[in-house]
């Protein structure tokens, strides 16, 4: 399973595409730019099948409804941030005002502990609320490798996402980190902003989830 990473929109967004299986894959967080997402993956010859959103932030959304009107492809989000894809104050669109804001409809609501599969492939749904009521980290397993989470703005490298936008709750954030903190297995972790990590280093080193 091969993970390519683009880093999109003005706020470094990272945008990942995943091939699942031989010529398919699915697209996390398509920051904007469906162009730029649409070379990559045929690039390296992937038919994208889903989109797959982490949270509703306009900066993780951009390119959703682009790439749902030229590939016919189905989105999925947290049942929690839904509401974000029809609204731009909710979203955060006012970070970026000369970025148009583009309305998107979900066509499955996710909640903790579903799997959206693709070629084989299980990513499970880890609801991480804190940065939005919605958040979710996205848990591939990997049965002779590192396990994969794919987390947004749940927790970065040596820091984790703000928690002062629509619907996020800093107390809330804390109980995240926390049931983050007591996973036995190791991940390597994508974010959505910033280098790629593992729990176990941030376990270590992050001031948000290590112990000092």
Known sequence: MDVIKLMLSPLGTN??????????GVVIDPA????????????KKIELK????THGHFDHTGAAAALKEKLGIPLYIHTDDECMLSDGEKALAYFCPDKPFNKVTADRLLKDGDIVEQDGVSFRV????????????????I???????????TIFKDSIGRSDGYSGDYIVQR?????LKKLEEDYLIYPGHG???TLKEEKRFNPF????
Not at 15 to 24: E, H, L
Not at 175 to 179: A, I
Not at 209 to 212: G, P, R
């Open 175 to 179: 109980e995240t980190l926390d049931k």
């Open 209 to 212: 989830i290590a112990d000092f």
């Open 126 to 141: 880890l609801h991480t609320p804190g940065h939005s009521a919605g958040s979710v980290c996205y848990i591939v397993d």
């Open 50 to 53: 889903k989109i797959l959103l």
């Open 32 to 43: 904007d730019d469906a162009d730029i997402i649409l070379a990559a993956a045929g690039e």
């Open 15 to 24: 945008c990942y595409i995943v091939k699942t299986g031989d010529n398919s």
């Open 195 to 197: 280098p790629s990590t």
């Open 143 to 153: 049965a002779d490798g590192l396990n994969l989470m794919f987390a947004g703005d």
